[in-house]
């Protein structure tokens, strides 16, 4: 087999070790190192000594991004973080040396394809993006916390309520902390148009609360607030990063059901520049928003969808469940449609699926969104059952020419 990378090194990555095996020419060399920094410092002394041109790892975890950030930081390396599937050993040969040793003939003979890492500034924002993004949850998790608590105590201020946490809800709480009980004296903390639900308010505030669920109560509103103040901060140096990007932005918010931190979330996870990838349908493959292919002895089987990047995967198909409200739009005419056929389900993979090409093309040819409406949906529709019935009756011999009917 071709030798592509006569200098190479492979390196079998753990929390607290890394066996790296260096294959040059003239000879293979094999060494443990710890994974301090001062160590990873060493390993890369060692590797630029030998006269290494490539170095490759697994993506194990989070251990290899302390070796990428020193690796980045040398010139003469190309360094590739491979996906552990693409490189399975050898079963009954496993080892750390052995894996080392694996990774390095892959390498040497060019069969092996990095990951996609983005540069540090990049990596940085991603980062920021994600933290932000587990705050957001966790504050969900905590608001279903409240809910039954209050539920535990006959409250049921949800069922009049559209948000608990807005500012009545809170309000009402508050009080409820403080030992206020008369529903009738709770229901006048009403603001705007919940104050019309006055006697429906009074019934769901009657109920049987005790010490600890106040305490409860209190607790956990005291921790919304702070995750509410946490994720205001994270939004402020996520904005100023964003900035250099703007116009990007705007285009992608304008998409029906992407809003302003999902628009954000796409572009530190595909990065501004699009050309590494090669069209619309690789950046779909890249999120995992396409069909898998399993195929044997003529049947398809499985196609559930692959694996990507799940952090794209999963703000697109929810910015497809918002997209699938909108009245009036192309996009929720055809999720309507595939969801009568598919299942809701998959008609959101199918729609985030859109999502992403339709990001694709806006960020590379600089346009902005045009909502074609349902009409054109129909069009399309009429357009496609003419085609499958001109197909049906070509199959069957007969040769059709289409003539508009006149009225």
Same mark, same amino acid.
């Given at each position: ?5 006569p ?6 990555? $753990?929390?607290?070790? /890394? &066996? ?6 003239d ?14 410092w060493?390993?890369?002394?060692w ?6 041109? %490539? ?9 290899? !991004?302390?070796?990428? *950030?020193?690796?980045e930081l040398?010139? #003469?390396?190309?360094v +590739?973080?491979?996906?552990? !599937? ?22 040497? %003979? ?15 924002l ?7 993004r ?18 535990g ?11 608990v ?11 409820? /902390?403080?030992g ?11 603001? $705007?148009? @919940?104050k019309?639900? $006055? ?6 505030l ?11 109560i ?6 919304i607030? +702070?995750l509410e103040?946490?994720?205001? @901060?994270?939004?402020k ?10 116009e990007?932005?705007?285009?992608i918010?304008?998409?029906?059901g ?23 349908? $690789? ?20 196609s559930?969808?692959?694996?990507? *990047?799940? =952090? ?6 929810? #910015? ?13 005419? !055809? ?8 299942? &809701? !389900? ?6 985030? %699926? ?5 990001? =694709? ?6 346009e ?5 409406g ?12 003419k ?15 289409? *003539?508009?009917q &006149?009225?």
């Amino acid at each position: 087999m071709e030798v592509l990378s006569p200098y190479v090194c492979g390196m079998d990555v $753990h929390k607290k070790s /890394i &066996t790296a095996c260096i294959m040059t020419p003239d000879k293979k060399m094999i060494q443990t190192f710890g994974t301090m920094t001062d160590d990873l410092w060493e390993l890369v002394d060692w590797i630029i000594s030998s006269g290494c041109t %490539h170095v490759a790892m697994e993506s194990t975890g989070v251990y290899w !991004k302390p070796i990428y *950030n020193l690796l980045e930081l040398e010139p #003469s390396l190309t360094v +590739f973080v491979v996906n552990a !599937k693409h490189m399975k050993q050898v079963p009954g040969r496993k080892t750390d040396v052995k894996d080392a040793e694996w990774i390095a003939q892959l390498l040497k %003979h060019g069969l092996l394809k990095p990951s996609y890492i983005p540069n540090r500034e990049q990596r940085e924002l991603r980062e920021l993006v994600r933290y932000r993004r587990s705050m957001i949850e966790e504050r969900a998790r905590e608001a279903n916390r409240i809910q039954k608590v209050l539920e535990g105590a006959n409250i049921k201020l949800s069922s009049v309520a559209t948000n608990v946490l807005g500012v009545s809800g809170r309000l009402m709480m508050k009080e409820i /902390i403080k030992g206020e009980s008369d529903p009738v004296k709770l229901a006048q903390l009403a603001k $705007h148009t @919940l104050k019309q639900k $006055h006697q429906e308010l009074i019934r769901s505030l009657t109920g049987l609360i005790g010490r600890h669920q106040k305490m409860m109560i209190e607790t956990q509103l005291r921790h919304i607030e +702070f995750l509410e103040e946490e994720i205001r @901060l994270l939004d402020k140096e996520i904005a100023s990063r964003m900035s250099p990007f703007e116009e990007d932005l705007e285009r992608i918010d304008s998409i029906p059901g992407i809003g302003r931190r999902t628009a954000e979330q796409i572009i530190a996870e595909i990065g501004p520049d699009l050309s590494r990838y090669e069209s619309a349908d $690789h950046l779909a493959s890249w999120a995992g928003l396409v069909p898998g292919q399993n195929e044997s002895a003529g049947k398809r089987l499985s196609s559930r969808i692959r694996k990507g *990047n799940k =952090y794209l995967r999963s703000a697109l198909v929810e #910015s497809a469940a918002s997209c699938s409200r909108k009245k009036d739009s192309f996009l929720a005419a !055809k999720s309507k449609r595939l969801a009568a056929r598919r299942g &809701t !389900k998959r008609a959101r993979v199918a729609i985030a %699926h859109e999502l992403i090409k339709l990001v =694709y093309y806006l960020m590379t040819r600089k346009e902005d969104y045009k909502e074609l409406g349902v009409q054109e949906f129909e069009k399309q529709k009429v357009e496609k059952k003419k085609q499958q019935a001109l197909k049906e009756l070509e199959k069957l011999g007969f040769q059709v020419t289409l *003539n508009p009917q &006149t009225v």
